[in-house]
């Protein structure tokens, strides 16, 4: 504890110090200025900073109302039908940076720090103190409603990414909310159903992000979920906020809840959730009887306030003199890190780059050229400051060199016309090119809600085979919350995706198109080629509001590697302009001791034409002794620019953690001993440069019970020495006999030790006197 806080404490009522632990209607924290403590003020979201002056200005006149305006903004509520003013709560324009399912395909740690450190200067510039994000809850199902929000269906690019936002933001004096802790897959009724993990896909899958993104940027705060965690309310979730998040990975900072997500407020105190937001009388009154009934103790109230009050001192160190926002130069960043964000997945004949020289007409296709579907919807929908439309960034790079004609091919954005279709159909056969832009549903995805299927929008889908039936020459640009099937892929030759990447994806698509700037974004999740195949599938959304995790470890790319299944687009994968060629892979140490990390130096070639960037990955391949292991897993990446010709050796390290796997029978890590398979390559399903290294393990000993068996038993040298004592002690036969003759029969025992000993060998031993031999130490 910060002594300097200790005074101020002492000098608190009991309901100063409820207040403290409460919020200050809806955006802020409590105003206690006897005590010299003036609020916080907080707002969303993870990629943009969504301001309403109405709801955060408003000295707390707010109602439930206003919340429910929050959740349930759709993408296409930017503007009012005049384009002046955001239709929900006059929110204030912001850079709309790529949402985290775009973003994530970056693999661009100092990019994302970036987006980080402007997120921060227009926080700042409003008076916020803490942004609610990143969330890095794992991609678990393509189904899910607020997939669009995170990063990856892999734990470790989740934390890696996230860490690199939340240091960008902090670094600029503006607190980080980590969320949503944890297992907040699927919006389906979020608030009632219960994941249920078990415990080494719990610690290995779904908490491993959090820990990596806490260790390597201490976020000044985290958010609890909404949803049950293997029966608890994760708001009042002690095993998970207090014994893993504080105990385990000795996190100092604060925990807050999600909104309206403490169903009980005594038991989310006791349980490690310092502060309820936002403000609830019932909260406050609930929390102040348990106090006085004893049920909550002083201590508890206080250790939670001690970290409200650090929270507070270490932000008002932090903040920094509100400055004017150049938001031009964050326009030009968002546009950036679309170009760097974007994926191409299909190039067939290189028909990208598109050449002017030799495409003259170029007929640009679908609703989404004229208005891009930019995000998400939710509470963490922004109103662009600016929106650059793909269509007339396409004019623009094209200039006087190409006749560019548009159609939107459907009516209202997503009803079938047979007119509109006609038009667009003659205006891609008098094109030497025709560039389609299909997406999914505008508001199907965001909060309290999942996606129903996987499908782009059925009139879009209709476009493109229109188009295709008289033009041989097809791009698509996908606009898309999460992974899509794509049962319409040949009948293009080309396809971007863009996911939903913010409010510079026009200008970034129209400089990937004519290859003003190479694509380099790779996928951060697996494409299917059915919903039906995908991991959750057999389980979601679950039934009598219990949600299996039946697929355990195996999740995304896990899966499809396990069950050598081949998807539509594989974990890791995008193309580009250029080509590369990887070279040579050398360890700099091909054996490790217990706790030492792997180097691994990387040698990568442009052998192309192009400038480019490569997404180097690394995995690990485990031993797979003692327990069951996904047949690959990401433990590094690295991004290197190449000019052509030119050839560079990047460095990856792979720390001793990432060597570790969680033994459920032990409740705790271990790292099994043998020759691990490093490989390196572009993506999860072409990686061509492997080696071995000699990994030493850590030393464990499995619980050993009556019913263990004898093979068991033995391989624990010294719990086995002290039953052949017991044996010897009980039968007076020699310990070399009994030795040679327990290690000669014990492959033949189908039955455990206790029924060997007594039935088979005839030893009068009993129950505790075993139990007690392979106990001991």
Not at 19 to 32: D, P, Y
Not at 51 to 67: A, H, K, L, R, V
Not at 505 to 517: D, E
Request: glycine fraction near 8%; charge should be negative; include cysteine.
């Amino acid at each position: 504890m910060n002594k300097s806080n200790k005074p101020c404490l002492s000098a608190m009522s009991i309901e100063d110090k409820v207040a403290l632990l409460t919020g200050n209607g809806l955006w802020k924290t409590a105003h206690l200025p006897a005590h010299g403590i003036e609020p916080l003020t907080m707002t969303d979201g993870t990629y943009g900073v969504r301001y309403s002056p109405e709801q955060i200005d408003n000295d707390g006149n707010w109602s439930i109302t206003d919340f429910l305006g929050v959740v349930n903004q759709h993408a296409d509520d930017q503007t009012d039908k005049k384009g002046s003013e955001a239709l929900f709560g006059h929110t204030l324009p912001a850079t709309c940076f790529p949402n985290g399912s775009a973003l994530a395909c970056s693999w661009d740690n100092e990019l994302v720090e970036q987006m980080g450190q402007a997120l921060a200067r227009e926080c700042q510039a409003l008076g916020v103190d803490i942004l609610l994000g990143p969330g890095i809850n794992i991609r678990r199902t393509p189904l899910s409603g607020r997939g669009y929000e995170y990063y990856s269906e892999d734990p470790l690019l989740s934390g890696e990414l996230a860490a690199s936002l939340i240091n960008g933001l902090q670094g600029e004096g503006v607190g980080a909310s980590l969320k949503h802790f944890a297992c907040n897959n699927s919006e389906y009724r979020r608030t009632e159903m219960d994941s249920i993990v078990d415990e080494r896909s719990l610690h290995e899958i779904y908490l491993s992000g959090f820990k990596r993104a806490i260790d390597k940027a201490d976020p000044w705060t985290l958010m609890s979920s909404y949803n049950r965690l293997n029966g608890q309310q994760t708001s009042q979730h002690r095993g998970l906020l207090h014994d893993i998040l504080r105990e385990q990975w000795g996190y100092k900072g604060l925990v807050m809840s999600d909104w309206y997500g403490v169903k009980d407020r005594p038991a989310s105190l006791l349980a490690g959730n310092d502060l309820a937001m936002p403000e609830v009388a019932r909260d406050k009154s609930e929390l102040l009887s348990a106090i006085e009934s004893g049920e909550v103790s002083i201590d508890a109230i206080d250790t939670a306030c001690m970290r409200m009050l650090e929270l507070i001192e270490r932000i008002g160190a932090a903040r920094k003199q509100p400055r004017p926002v150049d938001m031009p130069a964050h326009h030009r960043l968002a546009q950036r890190i679309a170009e760097e964000s974007i994926v191409l997945l299909k190039n067939t004949d290189d028909l990208l780059p598109l050449d002017t020289t030799h495409t003259h007409k170029i007929a640009v296709l679908g609703p989404a050229a004229h208005t891009p579907v930019i995000q998400g919807s939710g509470c963490a929908t922004t109103v662009p400051s600016i929106l650059d439309r793909p269509l007339d960034e396409i004019i623009d790079v094209a200039g006087d060199a190409a006749d560019v004609t548009y159609s939107a091919g459907v009516a209202d954005g997503a009803t079938s016309s047979e007119q509109a279709l006609l038009l667009a159909s003659a205006q891609a056969e008098a094109a030497d090119v025709a560039i389609v832009f299909i997406n999914t549903a505008v508001g199907e995805d965001g909060e309290n809600g999942d996606r129903q299927h996987l499908d782009v929008v059925a009139s879009h889908a209709e476009l493109l085979n229109a188009v295709a039936s008289v033009q041989s020459n097809v791009v698509v640009v996908l606009m898309n919350s999460d992974a899509v099937v794509m049962p319409w892929l040949g009948q293009c030759k080309a396809v971007l995706e863009t996911f939903f990447a913010g409010q510079g994806v026009g200008r970034a698509i129209a400089n990937l198109l004519f290859g003003l700037k190479n694509p380099c974004g790779k996928l951060t999740v697996t494409v299917p080629n059915s919903l039906e195949e995908t991991p959750a599938y057999l389980h979601y959304p679950g039934e009598a509001l219990k949600h299996y995790y039946s697929e355990g470890i195996y999740v995304g790319y896990r899966y499809y590697d396990k069950r050598k299944m081949t998807p539509c687009f594989p974990f890791g994968y995008g193309l580009s302009y250029t080509s590369f060629e990887y070279r040579s892979i050398e360890l700099v140490n091909d054996k490790l001791g217990t706790g030492e990390s792997l180097q691994v130096d990387v040698t990568v070639a442009n052998t192309g034409v192009r400038f480019g960037k490569e997404i180097i990955q690394l995995y690990l391949s485990f031993p797979g002794i003692e327990l069951a292991q996904p047949p690959l897993a990401l433990k590094a990446y690295a991004k290197v620019a190449l000019k052509p010709g030119e050839s560079k050796t990047v460095r990856l390290t792979v720390g001793a953690d990432d060597f570790r796997a969680w033994h459920p029978a032990l409740h705790d890590w271990i790292v099994e001993a043998g020759c691990y398979q490093v490989k390196v390559g572009p993506s999860s399903r072409e990686l061509p440069l492997s080696a071995a290294v000699q990994v030493a393990g850590s030393d464990y000993r499995l619980p050993l019970k009556e019913d263990s068996s004898l093979v068991q038993v033995i391989k624990d040298e010294q719990a086995f020495q002290r039953v052949v004592t017991l044996v010897a002690d009980k039968s007076g036969l020699d310990q070399a006999v009994i030795t040679e003759r327990l290690q000669a029969i014990a492959p033949e025992l189908f039955c455990g030790l206790f029924i060997a000993l007594t039935e088979f060998l005839n030893v009068p031993v009993s129950r505790p006197e075993l139990l007690d031999a392979l106990r001991s130490e």
